[in-house]
Nanobody, 125 residues
Framework: QVQLVESGGGLVQAGGSLRLSCVAS????????VGWFRQAPGKEREFVAA???????YYADSVKGRCTISRDVAKNTAYLQLNSLKPEDTAIYYCAAKSPLRSTSYATPPSYNYWGQGTQVTVSS
């Protein structure tokens, strides 16, 4: 059974940093791409960042330059480093795993097979 478990969220002041983690079981990040999405109250889930099986990365314009996605294949863990946080970054952050058999788009939720339960990030002004 596949499980993705996020952690690392919390309350931080504007300008601060957080590192989110996503630990996978039942699949390996060497064969699945990983994406991070976020959803704020009343808004649709939106793409934040993704890392492909080969290590290529994609970022949403809203976080480019402030965010780094990475993974440790040996630990089967993906990370999302968030810097210079803004109040508009407040959301539940989800990690997701994408099979290579799915759509090539990393930025759309339907491309992903598995989702974690999310971790709350709150940025105060």
């Amino acid at each position: 059974q596949v499980q993705l478990v996020e952690s690392g969220g919390g309350l931080v002041q504007a300008g601060g940093s957080l590192r989110l983690s996503c630990v996978a079981s039942g699949l390996t990040f060497s064969t699945y791409g990983v994406g991070w999405f976020r959803q704020a109250p009343g808004k649709e889930r939106e793409f934040v960042a993704a890392i492909t099986r080969s290590g290529g990365t994609y970022y949403a314009d809203s976080v480019k330059g402030r965010c780094t996605i990475s993974r440790d294949v040996a630990k089967n863990t993906a990370y999302l480093q968030l810097n210079s946080l803004k109040p508009e970054d407040t959301a539940i952050y989800y990690c997701a795993a994408k099979s290579p058999l799915r759509s090539t788009s990393y930025a759309t939720p339907p491309s992903y097979n598995y989702w974690g339960q999310g971790t709350q990030v709150t940025v105060s002004s």
